[in-house]
């Protein structure tokens, strides 16, 4: 079993900046796709930045949305079991539950991954 914990959510002014942090414990393994997806009240969780699992050709790929490019960093840190989220000029829009999620067969679709956390609220305020 895998447990990811988020941490780093809070309210924020729009155009500030915040860290997100997603912690694995468990069954780690830096060999699987990682990402970060959010979810507003009365809408589907939606694919906000991923990293893919190293394979033959890379040491993996980072995608982003289009809605964040430019503004979102996600990053991992093996020796620490830690996937990071690096949020700046945010938005109001940019306000949701943000979930880490570890071990999808496709970075990008929230329903192909295995494990999720419990999320952390981030609330951008205008």
């Known amino acids: 079993q895998v447990q990811l914990v988020e941490s780093g959510g809070t309210l924020v002014q729009a155009g500030g900046s915040l860290r997100l942090s997603c912690v694995a414990s468990?069954?780690?393994?830096?060999?699987?796709?990682m990402g970060w997806f959010r979810q507003v009240p009365g809408k589907e969780r939606m694919f906000v930045a991923a990293?893919?699992?190293?394979?033959?050709?890379?040491?993996?790929?980072?995608l982003y949305d289009d809605s964040v490019k430019g503004r979102f960093t996600i990053s991992r840190d093996n020796a620490k079991n830690t996937l990071y989220l690096q949020m700046n000029s945010l938005k109001s829009e940019d306000t949701a539950v943000y979930y880490c999620?570890?071990?999808?067969?496709?970075?990008?679709?929230?329903?192909?991954?295995?494990?999720w956390g419990q999320g952390t609220q981030v609330t951008v305020s205008s």
């Open positions: 999620a570890k071990d999808g067969s496709i970075a990008t679709i929230g329903f192909a991954y295995d494990y």
């Open positions: 468990g069954r780690t393994s830096s060999r699987v796709n």
């Open positions: 990293v893919t699992a190293p394979d033959t050709w890379s040491d993996g790929k980072i």
